[in-house]
């Protein structure tokens, strides 16, 4: 058999193998009951264990070099394939198998016990899993490696290249800015409240409304409920979403909307590239980005609710009748310093994700205890948003990630809403009437052009090029410091 074939056939397997792994995940996370919990522990140390045994076995190793022996003479798509499972091999193979399953108990155990903590509001629940993660994290950083920063070889976990260095240059960049934009228009948009609870049937049906309207296809994906929203894929024909429904609130339809481009990037990428390692969004920076881009960028616009406010009102009379379109759009978009990150405004959100930052970073170099977090957490509310933390389960508590084992994540959020600024403005040059697209409720225009400047791409270039060749420029702060200018001076008129 031709290497090139071989190597397929084996990419094919692992990709199979991590369907079946987030399928246990997703159903942890949707139906799984309570006490189950320590034996699915077990079933993901030994699969995980299992899965890891066939990333690094030698077998592969040896076809990655001949492969690359014939590197010249590969499509693009080949290539990008070998880059991806090289860079894989190289990351896997440095992480002994008991660490792997090990880890992957651990993170198991820790999401139950965040749970538990999160309910009943007690950092103290969480804290020795947590401590045990972060001492399993800074391994983790030490067997892979890393040039100048420990916090480097997790950040190129999920944004390749993606170093401390350069995300301190970024938040440098942009805190300054943010926090008088955050001064300015802090409390000049008058928030939405409701006296009338939405229902639970009323607010599925709206955000399946929606993601129809996106083009998300329900033969090859679904939406559950679950307690943190989420997006994850088991096949090139199965990509779920989650989405959480709360009485008096609106994250029925941003839920919809941010976890809807999460789903559009993963079902856009082309059949070409299915059921192999390229079959995936390229990193979690240019994920966020499409997500932010509908749930954002769109999704709290004039012109996407000119379109569909009305059907809004027709689906929740009690809540909107004496509402009009333009209270809607500053309500949705009022500046408010809070204690949530997802349910942070666009100009605050960025400074919930610095806060992580600093942390995880000091976590990582030992230069904070986990002990210390619900304090630190508290400060740096008080310092950065001008919060008071009231309670754990609103602070520290709030966020899954590092129950999942997940450190170096957080800043690939902020990447998100830097790269779907630019990529708007490069879609307002390919489409000047923008505005009417969005108001004819024409999604599909959009998406179609996102599918074929993004999605369809899968994991072929590296997130760096592709941000290029779609925008024609590197990742920088100014074009979201300028959407955000923009757009707020308009709304607060
Ligand atoms: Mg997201």
Not at 266 to 274: K, N, S, T, V
Request: charged residues 20%.
């Amino acid at each position: 058999m031709k290497i090139l074939t071989q190597l397929k056939k084996y990419s094919a397997e692992l990709v199979d193998l991590h369907h079946t792994l987030a399928l246990m995940q997703w159903d942890q996370e949707v139906r799984m009951p309570r006490r189950a919990a320590e034996g699915r522990a077990g079933q993901f140390a030994t699969l995980s264990a299992l899965v890891h045994r066939r990333e690094v076995a030698p077998e592969l190793g040896v076809l990655l070099v001949k492969a690359e022996a014939q590197k010249t003479s590969l499509s693009v798509e080949d290539r990008a394939l070998l880059r991806v499972m090289r860079r894989s091999y190289d990351q896997n193979t440095k992480l002994p198998e008991e660490f792997v399953a090990e880890f992957s108990r651990l993170t198991s155990q820790a999401q139950m016990a965040w749970l538990e903590a999160r309910e009943q509001s007690e950092f103290a629940i969480f804290q020795p899993l947590l401590e045990r993660l972060v001492v399993m994290a800074r391994q983790q950083a030490e067997y892979l490696g890393y040039a100048a920063h420990p916090y480097d070889a997790l950040l190129d976990l999920y944004e390749e290249g993606l170093t401390t260095v350069q995300v301190e240059g970024m938040f440098a960049e942009l805190q300054v800015p943010l926090v008088a934009l955050v001064k300015r228009f802090s409390g000049r948009l008058p928030p939405l409240a409701f006296a009338e609870p939405f229902s639970q049937t009323g607010q599925e049906q709206f955000a399946e409304h929606l993601l129809v309207a996106m083009g998300f296809d329900f033969t090859r994906g679904c939406l559950t409920r679950s307690a943190h929203p989420f997006t994850t894929t088991l096949g090139h024909h199965d990509r779920r979403i989650t989405n959480r429904y709360a009485p008096k609130s609106l994250d029925f339809i941003f839920g919809a909307l941010h976890e809807g481009g999460h789903a559009l990037y993963e079902q856009g990428i082309a059949e070409g590239l299915a059921h192999s390692h390229l079959d995936d969004g390229v990193s979690l920076g240019i994920h966020e980005s499409q997500s932010r881009f509908w749930e954002n960028v769109l999704g709290r616009s004039r012109p996407f609710w000119q379109r569909f406010f009305p059907e809004l009102q027709q689906a929740f009379p009690a809540q909107f009748a004496h509402t009009g379109l333009e209270d809607f759009v500053r309500g949705i978009n009022a500046v408010t310093p809070g204690l949530i990150r997802v349910d942070a405004d666009e100009l605050t959100y960025n400074l919930h994700v610095l806060i992580r930052f600093e942390i995880e970073k000091g976590l990582i170099e030992g230069s904070l205890e986990v002990a210390a977090l619900p304090r630190v957490w508290r400060e740096k509310y008080r310092q950065y948003l001008g919060v008071e933390v009231e309670s754990d389960a609103v602070g520290v508590l709030q966020d899954i990630h590092w129950a999942h084992g997940s450190f170096g994540y957080f800043p690939t959020y902020t990447i998100g809403n830097l790269a779907s600024a630019q990529i708007w403005e490069a879609y307002k040059k390919y489409d000047p009437g923008f505005c009417q697209t969005l108001a004819d409720g024409n999604l599909a225009k959009v998406k179609e052009w996102l599918a074929r400047e993004i999605h369809a791409h899968g994991s072929v270039y590296l997130p760096q090029e592709l941000l290029v060749r779609v925008t024609g420029a590197p990742l920088s702060v100014g074009p979201f410091l300028a959407y955000l200018e923009e757009k707020f001076s308009a709304l607060a008129g």
